[in-house]
């Protein structure tokens, strides 16, 4: 285990939980004794001073009646009787006076009050508030005449709290000691009951520890009192059986192994001889394989080539036959104009019409003749790229246009559309026959593949210069796509959709190895079912400049 697993033991755990629980119990219980206390002890006091302040007004009242406050003094003497009354001070209404004016008075020893209280006297009408300092309570009452029940005076009253601020100090202390008594008798228990919880567990590990150091599983863990840890040494004792029972087979199998690897060693000399010729036989297999797969390969360069000089043958018989036609036409208006010229019935309309159409013919010659030469100049080069491995010059845009244009005869009868994007200025130095393999191979996968019952589909073919000596060429196309189980083998070889159809499955891995070997480069491919496809090349160039 890390240290970081190791956080509490079960004891601290245990003692800390029980202690946590009674502290916090025993405040709560301890604060809600003392705050009762204290409210029952403050509500006495309050009671007593209301009792008292009533009689003083009681015998006050005949006294202000007859305005003999010598009487009042009297009567107020007697408080002296009581320790806890501090100031006693009776009040007599006046009639044309907003306050009311001192009658008599009583002050306790060392406790003198003259006045002062007037204006409080409205504010501590029966009701007793306790001083800031807490020493002392005061409270009034209205002197009222029994018989007219009109107000004479007020009484006002000032009485210790010294023996009520006593009291709560000892329901204090004594709430304190209870709860730290409480908690020394709960951590005592807490540290007998934590051991015996702990103590068998101690045991349990102990035992554990020294049947894992010993590999004696044989030894069996003891019962113990409390029933969940009884349980937990039955566990124990279950899995050192079957511990036990593991070990005896592993015993049982390796004593097996022993005799198996006796008997193995010399299957496995004989078995290592008959691999070694195997092997040879696999190894000139291979070879043989690969010099099929490089003729299949070259092959299949050679039948793109045959099919397109096919094309191109088919194609030029077209500008060929035309300019024969027109031709044709000239020498017989020419043998017409020549006779009426002899026989001398030639008419100037005549010569104008002659002229006229020898203009047009000699125009329909000079540009089916001069498209013969472009498709056969064409095709010448095209042938030549695909059959040489050197590097040249060119301008990237009339590579593509002339590889398109040496592909004409196959697609002119289709309806999808090729859109070049490429810097017309854009020229650098690299092996073109490798990039003409390459489109026209792709060119054909997707005519072929991608826009399968597609009527009209869309070839986007874009070149640009990624740095001074890198051009990247995308290809893409808007036709079905290629399934993922395609995807991930499509440069492999033999691999196709048309299997049986006449498809040899060596395109794509042509195309790979043009890109990677011949033109030292990387391609990559993105597609989805129904969301055609994009080819991502990438090669080194040399020379490349641009006019911007």
Known sequence: MTDKAVKFSIRSLFLWVVMSITAFSLAVLSGLSIY??????????????????????????????????????????????????????????????????????????????????????????????????????????????????????????????????????????????????????????????????????????????????????????????????????????????????????????????????????????????????????????LE???????????????????????????????????????????????????KDFENKTLKASAMKRFLDESNENLNIIYRNLNRAAELISSFKQVAVDQTSESSRSFCVEQLVNEILLSLQPRLKKLKHNINVVCDPTLSVETKAGPINQILINLIMNSVIHGFENIEEGTIGISAELVSSNKLKLVYTDNGKGISPEIRKRIFDPFVTTKRGQGGSGLGMHLVYNLVTQALNGSISITSEEGKGVEFSILFPVANAKTSN
């Open 288 to 338: 043989k394989l690969h010099q099929f797969q490089r003729q299949i390969v070259q092959n299949e360069k050679m039948a793109s080539l045959g099919d397109m000089v096919a094309g191109v043958a088919h194609e030029v018989n077209t500008p060929i036959g035309l300019g024969v036609t027109a031709s044709t036409m000239m020498l017989d208006r020419l043998a017409i104009i020549q």
């Open 36 to 285: 009762t206390q204290i409210k029952t002890y403050r509500h006495e006091l309050e009671s007593n001073a209301i009792v008292l302040i009533k009689l003083v007004a009681n015998s006050a009242a005949n006294y202000l009646y007859d305005d003999t406050p010598e009487g009042i003094e009297k009567a107020l003497a007697n408080l002296g009787a009581a320790d806890h009354v501090l100031n006693a001070h009776v009040y007599k209404s006046q009639s044309n006076a907003d306050e009311p004016e001192i009658f008599a008075s009583f002050n306790s020893e060392g406790q003198l009050l003259l006045g002062g209280k007037e204006n409080q006297l409205k504010a501590l009408y029966l009701s007793p508030r306790l001083a800031d300092t807490g020493n002392y309570l005061e409270l009034s009452t209205k002197i009222f005449d029994e018989e007219t029940n009109i107000q004479l005076g007020w009484v006002y009253i000032r009485v210790s709290s010294e023996n009520f601020n006593d009291l709560v100090g000892q329901s204090i202390l004594i709430n304190i000691i209870v709860a730290f008594a409480l908690l020394g008798i709960s951590f005592y228990t807490a540290v007998k009951m934590q051991r015996v919880v702990t103590g068998p567990v101690e045991e349990i590990a102990g035992f554990l520890q020294r049947t894992s150091r010993q590999r004696d599983y044989s030894a069996r863990a003891e019962g113990s009192a409390i029933h969940e840890l009884d349980i937990l040494a039955d566990s124990v004792n279950i899995m050192l059986f079957r511990m036990q029972e593991y070990m005896q087979k592993q015993r049982q199998a390796e004593e097996q192994h022993r005799k198996l690897n006796a008997s193995l060693e010399d299957m496995v000399n004989h078995r290592t001889t008959a691999l070694k010729d195997a092997n040879q036989e696999l190894i000139q297999t």
